[in-house]
């Protein structure tokens, strides 16, 4: 298994923009596709974005396409999502999760297997 750590959360204001990064820990990084899930208070956790084990494929929620960009880094070991033009229904706590697959993507949370401990994104108005 993969142990994943998530940063680059905080406070910004509506339109601004957040890069958070989910840092990989173990072996065969890029045996694993990769994702962003959010779960707001009182809500399911929800897809965010996603990325195949060697970057080839990249998904979106509706939500936030045009807006944020999934990559990865594997000689790193780092997942990064790049947040611009910020809105304040993105509030939320963002994780990333990591699934032992060397397919395409997937946007069900069910696929993955691990968990990071979440990131805080608050987006003021």
């Known amino acids: 298994q993969v142990q994943l750590v998530e940063s680059g959360g905080g406070l910004v204001q509506a339109g601004g923009s957040l890069r958070l990064s989910c840092a990989a820990s173990g072996r065969l990084f890029n045996n694993y596709g990769l994702g962003w899930f959010r779960q707001a208070p009182g809500k399911e956790r929800e897809f965010v974005a996603a990325i195949s084990w060697n970057g080839g494929s990249t998904d979106y929620s509706d939500s936030v396409k045009g807006r944020f960009i999934v990559s990865r880094d594997n000689a790193k070991n780092i997942l990064y999502l790049e947040m611009s033009g910020l809105k304040p229904e993105d509030t939320a706590v963002y994780y990333c999760?990591?699934?032992?697959?060397?397919?395409?993507?997937?946007?069900?949370?069910?696929?993955?297997?691990?968990w990071g401990q979440g990131t805080q994104v608050t987006v003021s108005s």
């Open positions: 999760g990591a699934r032992l697959n060397r397919g395409g993507t997937s946007s069900r949370p069910g696929d993955f297997g691990s």
